[in-house]
């Protein structure tokens, strides 16, 4: 079936460091691929999306590349902020398995000012 | 303002006892889901439904039940039968023509003693 690997944190990092949380995936076929952005306390939050092979992916400095090749879906950030502290879910969609979303375990990551 | 709401934040129940965690969504879409959330741990499906009157088993059904006799709303009923209730509910919903982009609420957290 379809699953999602993501690095296990927690990541803690220093403030305007760079961030790389890797996510590879198994799936049939072609998903979609998208990170999810939680924040402490509340729901998920969709933080960025890419359809097919060699899109990439951005929203609030983050950057994701789908990379077929490799079955990844790498999110980087250049300069992290404090406020980017939170936990951060990879996750694919393949149409054929019903439109669910199959996420992997999250990523806790900690920006220390 | 559209959105999806869970109520309440906040639950607890006794051990045995039934309970149902409220999703209702005024985003007028077609696609709702419930996850479970464990400390640490990534998210897992429970349930999720496609239309109105028909919904499907997730990866983790085993204990629960839900209805889905509305198209804004979609309950979920933990039974006596889950072995282990105690968890974060996440309750999502995503439009027909962009699946996978998921709006989620906030949550309600499950406490059985």
């Known amino acids: 079936g379809n699953s999602v690997t993501q690095m296990e944190g927690p990541v803690t990092l220093s403030e305007e460091a760079f961030l790389t949380i890797n996510c590879t995936y198994t799936?049939?076929?072609?998903?979609?691929l998208f990170w999810y952005v939680q924040y402490p306390g509340e729901g998920l939050q969709l933080l960025l999306k890419?359809?097919?092979?060699?899109d990439k992916g951005s929203n609030k400095g983050f950057e994701a590349t789908y990379r077929k090749e490799t079955t990844s879906f790498h999110l980087e950030k250049g300069s992290v902020q404090v406020s980017d502290s939170a936990v951060y879910f990879c996750a694919l969609r393949w149409e054929a398995a019903g439109n669910k979303l199959t996420f992997g375990g999250g990523t806790r990551v900690l920006v220390k000012p | 303002d559209g959105g999806i709401t869970q109520s309440p934040k906040y639950l607890f129940r006794k051990e045995g006892q039934n309970v149902t965690l409220s999703c209702e969504q005024n985003?007028?879409?077609?696609?709702m889901y419930w996850y479970r959330q464990d400390p640490g741990q990534g998210l897992r499906l429970i349930y999720y439904?496609?239309?109105?009157?028909?919904?499907q088993k997730g990866d983790i059904a085993e204990g629960y039940s839900v209805s889905r006799e509305k198209k804004e709303s979609f309950p979920l009923t933990v039974t006596s039968a889950q072995k282990n209730p105690t968890a974060f509910y996440l309750c999502a919903s995503s439009p027909r023509e962009k699946p996978g982009e998921a709006f989620f609420g906030q949550g309600t957290r499950l406490t059985v003693v």
């Open positions: 799936a049939t076929g072609y998903p979609s």
């Open positions: 985003l007028n879409h077609d696609a």
């Open positions: 890419a359809t097919k092979a060699d």
């Open positions: 439904s496609q239309i109105v009157n028909d919904f």
